[in-house]
């Protein structure tokens, strides 16, 4: 597609639940990112894929979190028994991931919201 | 931590005036920046990038200056508009291996542009 996609736009879920959140990143980049912004919090790094394989893991905040990614395009970010400190918006991005173009598209997010 | 921060939270400027957002890294082996600007509601948009052979770069009423010596990357923007209201993150190139790289982002100013 023309950018990143990302769905839903929004999510409530009751604490406890799993969640599932859709990322579909621009056609022919290879790369993609998933951050979590808390409310007026900067970015912070989840998971990154070159391809469908995840090369770094490390941000990641608990074995409650889990990412994989298909045929090299959409990806999926499973969150398991919701907390209320998983609230926040989860940014995707993608790019060409080719060595001195470090541009990233980023979609508009999924604003999770835990009651 | 993160190896790339900001000075100030918030900046508030009067419209019309120049506006200069500062940004602090720690790596010293980063070679390429940018700096995305965030609308509410929005995914992180590209303003600028620069790389470590240049120490200034300018676009379209923006400016980004980067001093390695003291690791220090300024984003200036001419006659602030209302559409300039957002919040600016400062980003650093991020090597994953595999010839492949991402980006560490910082915490993010939020610029206000009063009338």
């Known amino acids: 597609g023309a950018g990143v996609s990302q769905s839903p736009s929004n999510k409530v879920t009751e604490k406890g639940k799993d969640v599932e959140l859709r990322c579909d990143p621009i056609?022919?980049?290879?790369?993609l990112y998933w951050y979590r912004q808390s409310l007026g919090q900067g970015l912070e790094f989840l998971i990154y894929?070159?391809?469908?394989?995840?090369?770094?893991k490390s941000g990641l905040p608990s074995d409650r979190f889990s990412a994989e990614r298909t045929g090299g395009s959409v990806s999926t970010l499973t969150i398991q028994r919701t907390q209320q400190e998983d609230s926040a918006v989860y940014l995707c991005?993608?790019?060409?991931?080719?060595?001195?173009?470090?541009?990233?598209?980023f979609g508009s997010g999924t604003r999770l919201t835990v009651v | 931590g993160e190896s790339v921060g900001l000075h100030l939270p918030t900046l508030s400027v009067q419209e019309g005036d120049n506006s200069i957002i500062n940004c602090a890294y720690s790596?010293?082996?980063?070679?390429?920046f940018i700096w995305y600007k965030q609308e509410s509601g929005k995914g992180p948009q590209f303003i600028i990038d620069?790389?470590?052979?240049?120490d200034k770069r300018q676009g379209q009423r923006v400016t980004v200056l980067l001093n390695k010596t003291v690791k220090h990357l300024s984003l200036q923007i001419a006659a602030t508009q209302p559409g300039d209201s957002a919040v600016y993150f400062c980003?650093?190139?991020?090597?994953?291996?595999?010839?492949?790289?991402?980006?560490?982002f910082g915490k993010g100013t939020h610029l206000i542009i009063q009338p």
């Open positions: 056609s022919g980049h290879t790369a």
């Open positions: 991005a993608s790019s060409l991931a080719v060595t001195g173009d470090y541009g990233y598209t």
């Open positions: 980003a650093e190139n991020r090597n994953y291996g595999g010839g492949a790289d991402g980006l560490t």
């Open positions: 894929f070159q391809g469908n394989s995840a090369p770094d």
């Open positions: 620069i790389r470590s052979n240049m």
């Open positions: 790596n010293s082996a980063s070679d390429y």
